[in-house]
């Protein structure tokens, strides 16, 4: 059987190893983490259970679509439990807004803020599905590495006015201030500044109205598990803690691995799951690279950083539900900090994260589990994390504290956190980004890395930077498109 490699094991290098195996292949997967799931890692401390990044699972079929490959039921590896609210959002002046459900409980909530919202929340959801119908039925899974393919499909991007931000969407329909601010959020959730990202990041509505927002029992750490079962079972080769440091190119044809410790790994196909900047900037040589991927490395805009705090408490919070989102007082502003002028601010807007509200095996009785995420500049701006990291963590537990969490200093038993350094140290992540490049207009479909290396025959890209994005249903989907490129072995 003709060989694949895929260099990571995230979500993306899953989905395209489970397919290509599929397709025929002999599978290998390499990663330098200690277990598969890329960003999606699990801690554990002292009776705490934390998932690392992913927890907001929606269009859960993508998964589903993988078991089914092999005549399998993902039901039969694990259980996936729909939530609602789908997120509670709390602003600065205390109120609360639950979002998810029916839309009729998503009326009632938009009744309590400005009752005219109500008719422009049910137009914005009419123009959203018009977005999903083309950007994410059908074309989130098609290649895009043919400048043939885009031109064909940009009087679309001109008919969605895609080139407007998803915040100029919004506000063209909603007119509370305070419910502009939670439906503009969904572009941070992929690694955008809703101010920046095109419009077209709000088929998110639609998508969630039509899928719901769901949670795996035992967590993200639970469905990989899933996952890592199947893989085995179906005869994919796990080679973890294994850093790749080079692709070995001759004659324009990608032949084979080179390892940190010096092994070389000989395949037909490579799939590349690692950070699309990454892998141009350090494991292909210059000489082997296109003009085009050379100008996309250089002119790449990134996506914000996360500041993200893992904290377990002796006590329940049973107010507070699983997905919270916690907005500070200031938005465009913060968001300008972050992006724009690359600055860390004294304030901050949070998600914060309990699985205990669903899963009460992720903490020891009577105690919660959670984290909460802070958007923060990434690498590019010159923050010293040694200095910050501490004192952001005690800015945020004192918030919460006053606020949602009270009593949470006393309470905390453990806790620890990543910033931008950690994700650049521990996933290849190019300044630290949390979700690759943004998500803007200039840096979608073709104008994204390709799917198809650029110059160079037999090897793929698929993750967070490659068409269609970031994000789970994007990576998964990713993974379609590599395997529609790719004839069966
Ligand atoms: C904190 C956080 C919360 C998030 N929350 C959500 C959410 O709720 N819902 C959602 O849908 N999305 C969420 N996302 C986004 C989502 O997790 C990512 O977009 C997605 O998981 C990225 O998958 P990927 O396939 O691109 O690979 P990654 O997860 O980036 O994995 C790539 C893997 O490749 C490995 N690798 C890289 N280079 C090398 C090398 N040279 N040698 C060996 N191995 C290498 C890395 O170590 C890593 O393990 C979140 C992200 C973060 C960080």
Redesign the pocket.
């Known amino acids: 059987m003709p060989k694949v490699i895929v ?9 395209a190893s489970l397919r290509l195996k599929k397709k025929g292949y002999d599978v290998e997967i ?4 200690l277990d ?6 699990v801690y554990e401390s002292q009776g705490y259970k934390f998932d ?7 269009a859960t079929f993508l998964f589903d679509e993988l078991f089914k490959l092999f005549g399998k039921h993902i039901d039969d590896y694990i259980t996936i439990k729909s939530l609602n609210p789908w997120y509670q959002f709390i602003f600065p002046d205390g109120r609360k807004f639950n979002y998810g459900g029916s839309t009729e409980e998503i009326l009632c909530e938009i009744e309590k803020f400005n009752p005219a919202d109500k008719v422009n929340y049910l137009n914005l959801l009419k123009e959203s599905k018009k977005i999903f119908k083309i950007a994410f039925e059908d074309l989130s899974a098609e290649p895009f590495h043919n400048f043939i393919k885009m031109a064909s499909v940009s009087h679309h991007l001109v008919t969605l006015k895609s080139y407007r931000s998803v915040w100029s969407f919004i506000s063209s329909h909603i007119k509370d201030p305070f419910l502009r601010q939670a439906f503009s959020i969904q572009p941070l ?3 955008g500044n809703p101010f920046d990202t095109t419009s077209i990041y709000s088929l998110i509505h639609y998508l969630e109205t039509k899928w719901g927002i769901h949670f795996a029992i035992g967590g ?1 750490g639970a469905l990989l598990k899933g996952f890592k079962k199947l893989m085995l079972e179906e005869g994919i080769k796990l080679t973890l803690n ?4 080079e692709i070995i190119i001759e004659n324009g044809f990608a032949k084979g691995i080179r ?2 410790d010096k092994k070389i790994m000989n395949a037909d196909i490579i799939i ?4 699309a900047a ?2 141009y900037k ?2 292909i040589k210059k000489k082997h690279q296109s003009i085009s991927a050379k100008l996309k490395v250089k002119f790449a805009r990134y996506s914000m950083g ?1 500041f ?1 705090l893992y904290f377990g408490t002796s006590k329940k919070y049973k107010h507070i539900e699983h ?1 919270t989102i916690w907005l500070g007082k200031r938005y465009k502003e913060l968001l300008s900090d972050i992006f724009n002028h690359k600055t860390l601010a004294e304030d901050f807007s949070l ?1 914060l ?1 309990r699985p205990t509200a669903t899963d009460p095996s992720f903490a020891p009785d009577d105690c919660d589990s959670f ?1 909460v ?1 802070a958007p923060v500049p990434n690498l590019q701006a010159s923050i010293n994390w040694n200095e910050e990291g501490p004192k952001l963590r005690s800015r945020i537990i004192k918030a919460l504290d006053e606020t949602i969490l009270p009593g949470l200093a006393e309470s905390i038993k453990v806790d620890f956190y ?1 910033t931008p350094e950690d ?1 650049q140290t ?4 190019v300044y630290g980004a ?3 490049i943004a998500p803007l207009l200039s840096q979608s479909a073709w104008f994204r890395f390709h799917n198809k290396a650029e110059g160079i025959a037999n090897l793929y890209l ?5 068409h269609p ?7 998964l989907c ?2 379609k498109v590599v395997d529609s490129l790719i004839n069966a072995a």
């Open positions: 260099i990571g094991a995230g979500f993306g290098g899953i989905a390499v990663d330098q983490c598969i799931g890329g960003r999606a890692q690392a990044g992913p927890t907001v699972l929606t959730l992929v690694g993200t294994t850093s790749v440091q390892t940190k590349s799951n690692t950070d990454f892998l350090n494991l996360l993200v997905h998600y994260h984290y995420l990543k994700f521990d996933y290849c992540s949390g979700f690759s698929v993750g967070a930077g490659t994005g970031a994000g789970l249903p994007g990576v990713s993974a």
